[in-house]
């Protein structure tokens, strides 16, 4: 049994080096990425480009986010844009009716958020696939229906009138817009960071597990439950982020962003890029926003275009674009090798 522990201890150390070096390679991707991003208005002066990054990290946090659920839980939710939503109103309240700095009130939007979503998800993540895609459905929709009756509060179909509020704090201000760009390019590369590390870590393994086979990770005595749960509010929490990047960049919050468009704009973005590859919601992002600006400059009929798209994808391809990018480049390695 010696001789057992021993050679188990041997093989154990070079996978714990090799998952230390993979974070430390994470994290210097990560820092490269953000040097990159943030030295970008140094070149140009372009306020469209820089609007366009902004737009990239809503939306980009939100998109991966949702891959948590649907490429590595096997969840399908129809309704994910409401934490999106969630964030942007809850943090535009907070600084409109509180008047808190932007730290404490980025902080309490992520609590709020992680109450409802524990809530949610506990009832959701015990449902069946097809219950529960639909069951998130509704809960977006009933979210999206108090922002439209509760126009006391929330400004109903008008959305929150009067901007949201930028203090300066540590010397950022938010009311300029190159700090905007590199705050929202900060939470971006933070926030992807995150999850890469959730991803990688031995509960984004535990994930994969439940993904293929539920009830053998369930008789390996994994509590399914718990695991779902826990990564039906890690996702939220990131959604929540993205929503608090949009409502800084347009300075409010609108009923749009909880509608279940935004869910759905969030699974098209997950075909496009691809879900077994990490980056594949960003790449997923980036090529919907430039259809959308592109589409809509030569044609108002910009639905019918992105269809025809998401043909392609889903019949053409049948997988996102970095997923085959990702099994083409191994094709040639293995063909490679094989010679």
Known sequence: MTELE???????????????????????????????????????????????????????????SLNLLVGYTGLTS??????????AYSFGLIMQKLGVPIPVA???????????????????????????AFVTLAFQMLIHSTILSWASFTGGDQGLRG????PAFLGINLANHVHLYIAS???????????????????????RMIRDNAARASFLGIDVWRA????????????????????????????????????????????????????????????LLLLNDTVTRFTEYHGIVLGVVILFFALGLRKGLLDFVAEWFAQRRDAGEGR
């Open 163 to 166: 901007g949201i509020p930028r």
């Open 228 to 287: 779902k749960l826990t990564v039906f509010v890690l996702a939220a929490l990131f959604a929540s982020m993205g929503g608090m990047v949009m409502a800084l960049f347009v300075s409010g919050a609108y009923p749009e962003f909880a509608y279940w468009t935004i869910s759905g704009e969030g699974i098209f973005i997950n075909m496009l890029g691809g879900v077994s590859t990490f980056l594949g919601p960003m790449v997923g992002t980036v090529l």
């Open 106 to 132: 980025f902080v309490a939007t992520l609590a709020i958020t992680a109450a409802v979503a524990a809530v949610i998800g506990a009832i959701c993540v015990r449902l069946k696939e097809i219950y529960f």
């Open 185 to 207: 390019c900060a939470l971006l590369v933070l926030g992807l960071l995150a999850m890469r590390q959730i991803a990688q870590s031995p509960f984004g393994y535990t994930l």
């Open 78 to 87: 129809f309704g994910h844009g409401m934490f999106f939503g969630l964030g």
């Open 6 to 64: 021993a050679g188990r201890a041997q093989t154990l150390v070079p996978a714990r080096g090799g998952a230390a070096l993979q974070r430390y390679r994470d994290v210097l991707i990560a820092l490269i990425a953000f040097a990159v991003l943030a030295s970008l208005p140094l070149f140009t002066g372009s306020k469209a480009l820089l609007d366009f990054v902004i737009r990239c990290s809503a939306y980009g946090l939100f998109a991966t």
